[in-house]
């Protein structure tokens, strides 16, 4: 490795002014694809920010309307996170899946999704979630949902002066429960060959009053398909309902063939996928409503 | 390039005891652990954080030492192999591990014994499926999982007696 130069900064303030510095700079969270990256001479950066003892970057709070989970706080963290876990079980699905104990012990949320890897499985989970980026930059702040800070595979938003600073999601209201689901050939360590993050809110007669469905492995970035949030949004779930956001999901995706699976393999299991998903966040619901 | 004009002083406390290192920017904690410190119990095999072999605890966090710079744990305290025995009394997954025949050529040995300590310091009663969820970054080419297993459930066991003896 040529990094020259190791730099800890305290503060949202001190990590802008070293970003400012220019530079082949690298922002260092868990390093599970950062450290990779360098070994494997994807990346040299010359100088590396650890973003770990910044407050805001590693906090995770619940508050009234918004929980906020700070861009470097580990996969592990937020997992022993009771309330998030319970409120965003299918966030929390998620980041149980990626890598071992040991990566999850240091990956972040907030990395998965500067990564932008297309099959990173947080995304497809903080979409189904409506979460937000909040983004420092030396002209101020600026909100993004997580759909638009993708921009292609390994590509985000971030402009050079630009931090992720948190990923903020709206409380789920009364009813609402999130699922991630994905297919790997083993059943851990290993990258989706198609995931899919949804979110979906009953009434208490069942009908559903929201729904967002996120699709990942199959597109240069995982999506947001509001055609198969439509779909479900004033049924209670019927088959027809959940057929037309099976479509929906397929028609969305665009999937490359490679040795994890062909493009209409890819398109098929999302679609079975999308339809699994919403049954267990129906089931997750009613077994809220029963306890 | 890492010249000794740009290693930084790190403090930190290793396996109990506070240790004073020199650390290139770049440097890797499993380097620092094995050819600074002369922790050489740790073992490196992928480098990548795919195999387990490098797991260490920093701050009782289990991680791969090959994906942490050593410069991060300055001020934190890091537990490698060599500080999990007590003396020379072992740790009960290292005795299960024996008993069991759970190691062969031993390269996996030290970061299954650090990750499944791990384990058992937050879940004394884990299930058999836990235990493999716990030690799937874990890779043994030589036993085939199962003495592994059954040696960490076995020490658990010991553990909990410990615990209500």
Redesign the interface.
């Known amino acids: 490795m040529a990094i020259q130069e190791f730099i800890a900064p305290k503060s949202l303030t001190e990590a802008q002014s070293v970003i400012a510095r220019g530079g082949d700079a690298a922002c260092l969270a868990g390093g599970t694809d950062l450290l990779v990256g360098i070994r494997l001479g994807m990346r040299d950066p010359n100088r590396v920010i650890d973003l770990k003892h910044i407050p805001e970057l590693t906090a995770l709070e619940v508050g009234t309307d918004q929980l906020f989970i700070g861009a470097a706080a580990s996969a592990y963290d937020i997992l022993h996170n009771s309330e998030i876990a319970s409120l965003c079980p299918g966030l929390a699905d998620a980041l149980d899946l990626i890598g071992s104990t040991q990566i999850q012990g240091r990956c972040s949320a907030g990395g998965n999704l500067c990564n932008a890897s297309p099959a990173a499985d947080s995304i497809p989970a903080l979409i189904a979630n409506a979460a937000v980026c909040r983004i420092l930059g030396n002209s101020g702040e600026r909100m993004l949902p997580v759909e638009e800070f993708l921009v292609g595979p390994g590509q985000n938003a971030l402009n050079d002066d630009e931090l992720l600073v948190q990923l903020i999601l709206p409380k789920p209201a009364p009813g609402t429960s999130d699922t991630y689901l994905r297919l790997t050939p083993r059943t851990e360590m290993d990258i989706a060959v198609a995931g899919t993050g949804i979110s979906i809110t009953l009434d208490t007669a069942g009908v559903c009053t929201a729904a967002r469905v996120a699709i990942g492995a199959v597109a240069p970035t995982a999506l947001l398909v509001e055609a198969a949030g439509q779909a479900l949004i004033g049924s209670k779930l019927e088959d027809n309902a959940v057929a037309g956001a099976v479509a929906a999901a397929r028609a969305a995706a665009s999937p490359i063939s490679d040795k994890r699976g062909t493009a209409e393999y890819r398109t098929h299991v999302v679609g079975v996928l999308v339809k699994r998903a919403i049954q267990r966040a129906q089931a997750r619901i009613n077994a809220g409503a029963k306890a | 390039?890492?010249t000794p004009l740009?290693k930084?002083p790190i403090q930190a406390v290793i396996n109990g005891e506070p240790k004073m290192f020199l650390a290139?920017?770049?440097?890797?904690l499993a380097d620092v652990l094995r050819d600074e410190l002369e922790l050489i119990g740790t073992k490196i095999g992928c480098?990548?954080?795919?195999c387990?072999a490098c797991?260490v605890l920093v701050n009782d966090?289990?991680?791969?030492s090959?994906?942490?710079?050593a410069?991060?744990v300055?001020g934190q305290s890091v537990q490698t192999i060599e500080g999990i025995a007590d003396g020379a009394v072992l740790h009960p997954v290292q005795q299960k591990l024996l008993e069991h025949g759970g190691l062969q050529c031993g390269i996996c040995t030290p970061g299954v014994v650090v990750?499944a300590k791990?384990?058992l310091d937050s879940n004394p009663n884990p299930t058999e499926e836990q235990a493999r969820?716990?030690?799937?970054?874990?890779l043994c080419r030589c036993t085939g999982y199962d003495k592994i297993i059954h040696a960490v459930l076995d020490a658990a066991k010991v553990i909990r007696e410990g615990a209500a003896s």
Do not use: F, H, K
């Open positions: 390039m890492n740009n930084l290139a920017p770049g440097q890797i480098n990548t954080g795919d387990g797991s966090r289990l991680v791969c090959c994906l942490v710079l410069a991060e300055e990750a791990a384990l969820y716990w030690l799937a970054g874990n």
